[in-house]
């Protein structure tokens, strides 16, 4: 996957620097400006695991209760991921943070680390070829390093896990109250998600066997992630982008180019949702249905059909990601599945005061602040959601340090725009 993210770009390269003078080091070059030309293809080569998203306009709509009948707003171009988030590649995240905090906090060996030991140990960089042969360290069966890690474990049984407290993920990031404030803050997430998280959300039912080893065993690498909080969602996404830099796009033709990754925003989520590549498109044309192999249609979207009714789409809870068919933009699973998480702060009335370009409404809420004030925006509709939550225009929210079985993520990255033919430069 890699190999081709590299390798495509001989052409994308070209189209990245469309619009750039080539050799511009001569004062003659400097003011002759290249014509346009348009880009055939239409996308870029996508990260891995992500597809290209060309920039649009939608019409995006409040809360159905708030009286507002929505607006136009355009996006920028953007990268999504193409399925929700699954286990597999959370557990990364989990065991990147937890070799972290082995490394750093208990190992602090010398041969682990690039750089020589100062005075107080801070700021030193992780030799990660060397970790990474002996990781996930939290497993490591060698006595000598179980012992001096014994403070980062919990016992569940006869069973090593991870102690929640001690495995946090710190990172920075542009904390806003709205239009009051935005200053940069350092924070601290713990990073594991709660695993017993399906016996919580439905007391009285059997689900244990799904809290033992929905998060934990191989079987389920492919389904996605849930019982993971706003925050650590957020939190994922940060690892996620500097992950990316670090080990993809310096081998790429993004390489140099300043890129933001983050949750999606409410106004992405709904034009990749929708993927609306002809202006025709209607969400109603969506393909919730499937032939079967008697000829009967049969549903293609995970959700709830009626009361005590949830298999008739193929499963009782969540799904493996890329179950059913893609959507136009190349997206599985944006209704139904697992509900998912978006970057906004939830109100009733955002659509009416936030911008009709790339819109977004941060809150960053203190630890102390009314939940009122911590709600996020949730969208797609899950496996244990009625067919009304799957439209892709629905709003509900959670609070952002609550998690649950039935919601998880994905993530974006910004891209740049392609020329198109018409931009292309022609004769007056």
């Avoid at 993210?5 to 052409?11: A, K, P, Q, S």
Wanted: hydrophobic share 35%; aromatic share 12%.
């Amino acid at each position: 996957m890699k190999g081709i993210f590299r390798n495509r770009l001989g052409v994308a390269a070209c189209v990245a620097l469309l619009v750039s003078v080539a050799g511009c080091n001569t004062s003659s070059n400097m003011y002759n400006a290249p014509k346009v030309s348009a880009f055939k293809d239409g996308k870029l080569p996508a990260p891995p695991g992500m597809v290209y998203v060309p920039s649009g306009t939608i019409l995006f709509k409040g809360s159905l209760d708030s009286g507002n009948v929505g607006k136009n707003i355009s996006l920028s171009a953007f990268f999504i991921d193409e399925t929700e988030v699954t286990n597999k590649q959370y557990r990364a995240f989990v065991n990147w943070v937890a070799d972290s905090v082995a490394v750093t906090d208990y190992l602090n060996d010398d041969q682990y680390f690039l750089d020589v030991a100062s005075e107080n140990g801070e700021g030193r960089r992780i030799d990660w070829k060397k970790v990474k042969k002996i990781s996930p360290i939290w497993r490591s069966s060698d006595p000598s390093i179980a012992e001096r890690i014994a403070p980062m474990l919990d016992m569940k049984g006869t069973s090593r896990s991870l102690n929640g407290d001690a495995v946090k993920y710190r990172y920075a990031y542009l904390k806003s109250k709205g239009n009051r404030k935005k200053e940069f803050v350092t924070d601290t997430v713990s990073v594991i998600p709660a695993e017993d998280i399906w016996s919580k959300d439905f007391p009285n039912a059997q689900l244990t066997s799904l809290d033992a080893n929905y998060f934990t065993h191989q079987s389920f690498d492919y389904y996605p992630v849930i019982g993971v909080s706003w925050l650590q969602a957020r939190a994922y996404a940060d690892w996620r982008g500097k992950e990316m830099m670090a080990n993809v796009m310096k081998n790429s033709y993004l390489s140099g180019y300043q890129l933001t990754f983050s949750l999606p925003t409410e106004a992405q989520w709904q034009y990749a949702a929708e993927g609306k590549l002809d202006p025709r498109d209607t969400v109603a044309s969506t393909r919730y249905t499937v032939e079967g192999e008697e000829g009967k249609e049969k549903l293609a979207v995970n959700y709830k059909q009626g009361e005590g009714t949830y298999s008739r789409d193929g499963a009782t809870f969540t799904l493996p990601v890329k179950s059913y068919t893609p959507n136009k933009f190349g997206l599985y699973n944006m209704a139904g599945n697992v509900s998912e998480w978006t970057l906004d702060a939830y109100s009733p009335s955002a659509v009416a005061f936030v911008n009709d370009l790339n819109p977004v409404l941060l809150y960053d809420a203190d630890h102390d602040d009314a939940d009122a004030l911590k709600r996020k925006v949730v969208r797609g509709g899950s496996w244990k959601d009625n067919g009304e939550q799957l439209n892709s225009e629905t709003r509900n929210y959670s609070v952002d340090y609550e998690p649950h079985s039935y919601i998880g993520f994905r993530c974006v990255m910004s891209a740049f725009e392609l020329p198109t033919t018409q931009s292309k430069t022609r004769k007056y």
